[in-house]
Every structure is written in structure tokens, then in C-alpha cells.
């Protein structure tokens, strides 16, 4: 089975810029599609980004498109995610998803997850 271990989060200031990476182990990821979630405090998980196994499609929530970007290296079976133009309201932990094929957006095993904390 994989493990996917997130990192690259922390505290920065609206405006900013981070990249979270997801490394996985035990398994390629190249068989899978990948996402993003990330749950506020208080809120229920939400979608934020995938992308499918070969890397030509992507998808974003709408609170994050133009300003984050999903990518993939399958040699390093690692995704990552660009996120530019932070603002407060992206704060929450995040968490990387192996997801489905045929539904890049539905979850079915997750990471850890990594804080992301926006200042104003």
C-alpha cells in the first residue's frame, strides 16, 4: 500500500507563496491520480486540486484557481502544489490524496497532512 507524506508548510503572510510536496512510498504513484484537500478549522475537508495519473489534466476549486497549481513528477513520485497569492482564508492543514481514476476529485487514501497558516 502507499504512504504519502506531505511537507512545505508554515506560516507566511498574505500575498506569499508556498509549495507543498507529497512524497509517496510503497507503491508508484504513476497508477494513480493525485489531489489536494485542505480542512479549515471548523470546516469539513474540501477539494482543492488533481490531477490525473499522466499529468496532461488538471483540476481546481474555484476559491484557488489562478493562483494554485498542481503538478506531478512521476520519476520522484512526488505531486506538489504551487500556491501563490495566499490569503488568509487559505489557511488550513492540507492534506495530499491518492484519488480515482475515473474521478480525479474522490479520495480513497490520504496523508498526513501539513499546516498552512496565512497572516494578514
Known amino acids: 500500500q502507499v504512504q504519502l507524506v506531505e511537507s512545505g508548510g508554515g506560516l507566511v503572510q498574505a500575498g506569499g507563496s508556498l509549495r507543498l510536496s507529497c512524497a509517496a512510498s510503497?507503491?508508484?504513484?504513476?497508477?494513480?491520480?493525485m489531489g489536494w484537500f485542505r480542512q479549515a478549522p471548523g470546516k469539513e475537508r474540501e477539494f482543492v486540486a488533481a490531477?490525473?495519473?499522466?499529468?496532461?489534466?488538471?483540476y481546481y476549486a474555484d476559491s484557488v484557481k489562478g493562483r494554485f497549481t498542481i503538478s506531478r513528477d512521476n520519476a520522484k513520485n512526488t505531486v506538489y502544489l504551487q500556491m501563490n497569492s495566499l490569503e488568509p482564508e487559505d489557511t488550513a492543514v492540507y492534506y495530499c490524496?491518492?484519488?480515482?481514476?475515473?474521478?480525479?476529485?474522490?479520495?480513497?487514501?490520504w496523508g498526513q497532512g501539513t499546516q498552512v497558516t496565512v497572516s494578514s
Open positions: 490524496a491518492a484519488t480515482s481514476r475515473g474521478d480525479p476529485k474522490r479520495p480513497f487514501h
Open positions: 510503497g507503491r508508484t504513484l504513476s497508477s494513480y491520480a
Open positions: 490531477i490525473r495519473w499522466s499529468g496532461d489534466s488538471t
